[in-house]
Structure formats: C-alpha cells, structure tokens
Nanobody, 129 residues
Framework: VQLQASGGGLVQAGGSLRLSCAVSGRTINTLDMGWFRQASGKEREFVAAIMWSGGSTVYDYADYVKGRFTISRDNAKNTVYLQMNSLKPEDTAVYYC?????????????????????WGQGTLVTVSS
C-alpha cells in the first residue's frame, strides 16, 4: 500500500487549502484513514480521521481543527481529502496521511499514530500571519 500526499503550500491566515492523499494497492472504501501533522520541534499530532464502522462512515476531528477542517474521501478516485478553511499560523506543519491494514479503529484508537501501518511522505503547509 502506498500513499501520496499533495496540496500543501503557502497561504495567508484565513485562507484555505485542500490536501489530497492518493492511495494505491488497496481500495479505501472500508479503510480507516487519518491525517496527522507535525510542526517543527513538536510531536506528530492527530488532525482528523474517517473510519469504517458497522457499515457506516464515522468522522472524527481534533478540537483545534473542528469546524474548520473537513475530511472526505472519493472511493472512485481512491483518494482522501482534507479541506482546510480559516487557516491559522499555528496550523503550519507537515501534514501526513495514513491508513491501517483494516483494523476498524474506534475513534480513540484512530487518534493514535501508532495504530496506522502506512504513511504518506507528508506535504508542507505554511500559514503566514
């Protein structure tokens, strides 16, 4: 399984970006997918996740992005997106997408980066003030 993240860049505070994570080697429709970020000098932190649970899709967001970021997926394109609106300078980080081997994560587990088996290479988002 390979993940290719893209869409990062430089944006002013208040602006928007959409990150993409193209997945190959596995169809995503029943996979757990997560977005994490890592700012310089800080640990990797959870941003958002989309999970497959009992025939339905479950979404989860970190409190610091809730209401501003939206995770979605396009099964036909085997791609997961992270729409980021109202960006703040503190959102500056390298953003990573990740997936697992089909563990059917709960919300709590989906926030833990160690639950994921495959990672994209990361895409840099820089928000200027």
């Amino acid at each position: 399984v390979q993940l290719q993240a893209s869409g990062g860049g430089l944006v002013q505070a208040g602006g928007s970006l959409r990150l993409s994570c193209a997945v190959s080697g596995r169809t995503i429709n029943t996979l757990d997918m997560g977005w994490f970020r890592q700012a310089s000098g800080k640990e990797r932190e959870f941003v958002a996740a989309i999970m497959w649970s009992g025939g339905s899709t479950v979404y989860d967001y970190a409190d610091y992005v809730k209401g501003r970021f939206t995770i979605s997926r396009d099964n036909a394109k085997n791609t997961v997106y992270l729409q980021m609106n109202s960006l703040k300078p503190e959102d500056t980080a390298v953003y990573y997408c990740a997936t697992d081997r089909g563990r059917l994560l709960t919300k709590t587990r989906a926030r833990n980066p160690f639950e994921y088996d495959y990672w994209g290479q990361g895409t840099l988002v820089t928000v200027s003030s």
